[in-house]
């Protein structure tokens, strides 16, 4: 019998390889109506009129006046709007929805918008419009500035990064009854301690489009910054540096953690369902799979805490008029959390069923359910307002070692190295985990040299994969990966999470090997133009 720690197939793999899995643009239902989104053609400025200039006949149009309530979807707040109304504050802003049965007609329609356009701000430090301010405080930082061997101050940018997925988001809504069913591609301090800290931050409002999460919420960007003022704090004369040069390159080296979500889950209270079938047991949550293996994953713990063969567990699809609510599909969170859920189902249903198989069960019983809920350590306390306390209940850790060269004529970089270690607690499916930290190594990597997204007048001007360079199997350079096993008692079969903390490691090591050659780079990604500005002897 199969179970966690082994490579079973995958549960969608077939259906994958075959084509037979389909996308949101495959479906089609009875007299279905094709949707288009206007979008603002100007950064800001007020919107003066709209024009139809097509034959409205057929078409459905909906603008903020039809929207129910407030017209605010809770971006950081309720700030952002579903529909522009007057004020156009971004490019590609929304303002207008139309709706026909033929598609060629939908998109044949011309819309005219007439704008009174105002000037824009592109720079943040620029703006003195300020959304929200967060002053996180600990200890005495005055005291300990004064008795500091070292201070670092800089100045240090990251560049935005596209998600190239290979679906864009699609939805169809469906009547059903008294309801609406959605089928669609959606889904739903640091590690080094520290007794004085002071972090100051800032979000001000500025008219380039809201940017969204990558692989982590803000990690790879903090990590940055943190990593590389750590080690030019050990440059200096009184500290040892970790970064050492080798004959083919050279060599950085960075140490870097994710975490799961701690406070919110209270808020939470995520559930998980198993239910007996007629040939064992259905999974019921709202985790998504997105290709990150999901189904694959929680049908292993559910088996080997059943102890029941692999093939014999079945997930649901995520339909929320039919599952559970297990929370949103972020944060690492759907093996540590919603996996341990699953896993206390399954114990829970294990002592039901006695001597019986499910199937037999199932037969003799008849229908049998064990829903339960998440419940965080009774430790945990965290303050939203102060950004206090401890947040999470346990850390995934990372350390990554680059090895460069650099061509001292072009200052072209090419990894030909990189060593990552990753410590998850125990892996459910290596294969899957290894995947895993490949691939966020690679977005690490364009995310460090290559990924650089052009802004102009608020849009972006490479929205391309012909100008928009990410990484290629030839730009991936020799990858050593290590496991570690070091099993969490707070998820499924010692599991934690892994999605996010493969691509906070390796910007910063390459970044520090950069360094330890001369080259100041203080941005991302450090493209050859970049490099040539940076002070060097290569």
């Known amino acids: 019998m199969s179970g966690g720690g082994t490579n079973v197939p995958r549960k969608d793999g077939i259906a994958k390889a075959t084509g037979a899995a389909r996308y949101a643009d495959d479906l089609t239902f009875p007299d279905m109506l094709f949707g288009r989104t206007i979008r603002s053609t100007i ?26 309530g407030r017209n605010a979807v809770d971006l950081m707040e309720k700030d952002q709007p579903f529909l522009a109304e007057h004020q156009v504050r971004h490019m590609a802003e929304p303002i207008l929805l139309l709706a026909h049965e033929n598609r060629e007609t939908l998109n044949a329609a011309r819309v005219v918008i007439e704008y009174d356009e105002e000037p824009a701000l592109f720079d ?71 007794d004085n800290i002071r972090i100051q931050g800032k979000v001000v409002y500025t008219n380039t489009p809201p940017n969204g999460a990558f692989r982590g919420f803000g990690a790879p960007q903090t990590h940055r910054f943190r990593e590389q003022a750590r080690t030019v704090s050990r440059n200096e004369p009184r500290h040892r540096s970790r970064a050492v040069l080798s004959r ?33 047991v259905g999974i ?45 599909t972020v944060a690492s969170r759907t093996c540590m959390v919603v996996g341990k859920i699953l896993e206390e189902c399954a114990y829970e249903m294990k002592g039901k069923l006695g001597a019986l198989t499910p199937a037999e069960y199932y037969a003799t019983n008849g229908e049998l359910s064990v829903e339960r809920v998440y419940e965080p350590p009774d430790w ?18 990372g350390c990554d070692v680059a090895e460069l060269e650099v061509d001292a004529d072009t200052f072209e970089v090419r990894p030909i190295r990189l060593t990552a270690v990753q410590e998850f ?37 490479n929205a391309q994969l012909t100008n928009y360079t990410i990484p290629t199997t030839l730009d991936m350079p020799e990858l050593d990966l290590v496991m570690m096993d070091n099993p969490y008692p707070g998820g499924p079969f010692g599991a934690k999470g892994l999605g996010e903390l493969p691509m906070d490691g390796p910007a910063p090591a390459i970044v520090n090997a950069l360094r330890h050659i001369g080259m100041d780079v203080r941005e991302i990604p450090a493209t050859h133009e970049l490099l040539s500005t940076c002070v060097a002897t290569v």
């Not at 290596?430 to 690679?442: C, D, L, N, S, V």
């Open 124 to 194: 943040p430090t620029l703006s003195t419009e300020i959304y929200k301010s967060i002053d996180i405080r600990k200890g005495d930082t005055v005291s300990a500035l004064v008795g500091a061997d070292v201070i670092v101050e800089g100045t240090y940018r990251t560049g935005h990064q596209e998600h190239i997925y290979i679906e864009p988001n699609g939805v169809i809504a469906v009547p059903d009854g008294d309801g609406i069913t959605i089928h669609g591609s959606i889904h739903a301090a640091g590690p080094y301690r520290c």
């Open 43 to 68: 950064p800001r400025g007020r919107i003066r009129n709209i024009r139809l200039d097509f034959d409205t006949a057929g078409f459905t149009m909906v603008d903020h006046r039809d929207i129910p």
């Open 248 to 280: 083919r390159g050279i060599r950085g080296r960075r140490r870097t953690h994710a975490s799961l979500t701690g406070g919110g889950e209270r808020m939470l209270r995520s559930r998980a369902r198993l239910e007996l079938t007629a040939t064992g």
């Open 425 to 461: 607690g125990r892996p459910i499916h290596p294969a899957m985990a290894r995947g895993q930290i490949e691939g966020g190594t690679a977005q690490g990597l364009g995310y460090a040299l290559l990924e650089r997204v052009v802004m102009k007048n608020g849009a972006t001007e």
């Open 284 to 328: 019921a949550t709202g985790s998504t799979e997105i290709d990150q293996g999901t189904r694959t994953m929680h049908a292993q713990i559910v088996t080997d805490a059943l102890g029941i063969p692999y093939e014999h567990v079945e997930v649901a699809q995520p339909d929320t008029a039919l599952v559970a609510d297990s929370g949103p």
């Open 380 to 397: 945990i306390e965290w303050d939203d307002k102060t950004y206090l306390g401890d947040a999470y209940a346990t850390y995934g850790w």
